[in-house]
């Protein structure tokens, strides 16, 4: 585990964790993605842009710890520096979190450009935690995205949203806005993936969803009793010991990171076997 | 101390609990204050306390550090104030 900060100048890459559909599993990935980014040792801070239904802090565990929010430091009446909780596990990570008491008109896109500008001054990756639904604060949260990671199961509704949401990606953001700008590097990481049920059938593979939504694949992530337990204590999974979940977010963050990891498919409970008749039937 | 811990752990799993812990922390501070009003006082209160040292130390509104852990029996403020390096009072 390394985390000791790095001396090089920050990254500064905005990446959106998205999805339309709720309860895919949006916030748990932002919470696993940023603590794996930043146990990697990169200076990492994740904002919550669920304005109204703060969530992100009690995934992190710092619900207790909130003083001031984005909101607070978007209409001036707290430093950023103020707001952002750092994180008692790893020093390489800080907290954003969103007002639990004003609604999301108080995200202005002004307001948020210039936050991220002070972030990415400072920090390697800025992961966007997106409330659900396709509203102010989805725009949001991916309006300046570099990156974005599109939450979604392997399920009718699920995958609809994503396709829409790919849609406002390459639409309605400032890269798509901005002539001769590179568009978003979107990838889907398909979550609660339950690989029994798909071999009986009773569940979409990996390469049906990916051939709907035409997008490069980030990761998938089993469906596992560790996710509710680390939500439980308020650990991101990754953090809250060894798990299939926690490898295969471990594996996504390392590709979001330009690594080259070997797409595997962790079950929960008995890998190799089945694991290996699936990679070749897939 | 091992025996005690082999009888705990023959109970349902402890996790289930602590987020129903942490919940009632939580919502029991977000209900009274009635939520909205809470938040709200602590910009205001760090305005006053930089006010009220600015008459003193010069100070600006970045050297005061807030800090607030809620707790289940009491909750805490932690109120860090930089001063600058020739602080010394006005005028003695």
């Not at chain 1, 949203?161 to 400032?174: A, F, I, M």
């Not at chain 1, 798990?243 to 190799?272: C, F, H, K, N």
């Not at chain 2, 600015?54 to 104030?81: A, C």
């Amino acid at each position: 585990m390394t985390t000791e900060p790095k001396n090089n100048p920050p990254l500064g890459r905005v990446i959106v964790i998205t999805s339309g559909k709720g309860g895919v599993g949006k916030t748990t990935s932002a919470a696993a993605i940023s603590a794996g980014l930043a146990k990697q040792g990169f200076r990492t801070v994740v904002i919550d842009f669920d304005v109204g239904l703060r969530n992100l802090d009690m995934i992190m565990g710092c619900e207790r710890r909130v003083v001031f929010d984005f909101i607070n430091v978007i209409q001036g009446d707290a430093k950023l520096k103020q707001a952002l909780i750092k994180d008692k596990r790893l020093d390489t990570l800080s907290i954003l979190p969103t007002s639990q008491t004003r609604d999301k008109d108080a995200l202005t896109k002004e307001g948020v450009e210039q936050i991220l500008k002070e972030l990415k001054a400072e920090f390697d990756y800025i992961v966007c935690d997106s409330p659900a639904g396709i509203e102010r604060g989805a725009q949001m949260a991916m309006y300046f995205a570099d990156e974005a990671v599109v939450v979604t199961n392997p399920e009718v509704s699920s995958v609809r949203d994503s396709d829409r949401v790919l849609g406002l990606l390459s639409s309605q953001t400032k890269r798509a806005e901005t002539s001769g700008a590179e568009p978003i590097k979107a990838q889907v990481l398909l979550t609660r993936y339950d690989q029994a049920r798909v071999d009986i059938g009773e569940m979409m593979t990996v390469d049906d969803v990916l051939e709907i939504l035409a997008v490069p694949l980030l990761g998938v992530i089993p469906e596992s009793k560790a996710i509710l337990r680390a939500s439980n204590v308020g650990t991101p999974v990754v953090l809250d010991g060894p798990s299939a979940a926690a490898q295969a977010y471990e594996d996504a963050v390392s590709r979001l990171t330009g690594s080259d990891v070997e797409m595997r498919i962790v079950g929960e409970r008995r890998p190799g076997l089945f694991q290996r008749l699936f990679g070749r039937a897939s | 101390m091992n025996l005690f811990s082999f009888v705990r752990k023959q109970r349902p799993p402890q996790s289930a609990q602590t987020a129903k812990d942490r919940l009632q922390i939580l919502l029991a501070h977000e209900r009274s204050g009635g939520g909205a009003g809470k938040a709200d006082y602590l910009p205001m209160l760090q305005r006053d306390i930089v006010a009220a040292i600015r008459k003193y130390v010069p100070i600006e509104e970045k050297d005061v550090d807030v800090r607030m852990e809620r707790g289940e029996q009491m909750s805490s403020l932690e109120i860090n104030i930089e001063l600058p390096q020739a602080a010394s009072p006005k005028a003695g």
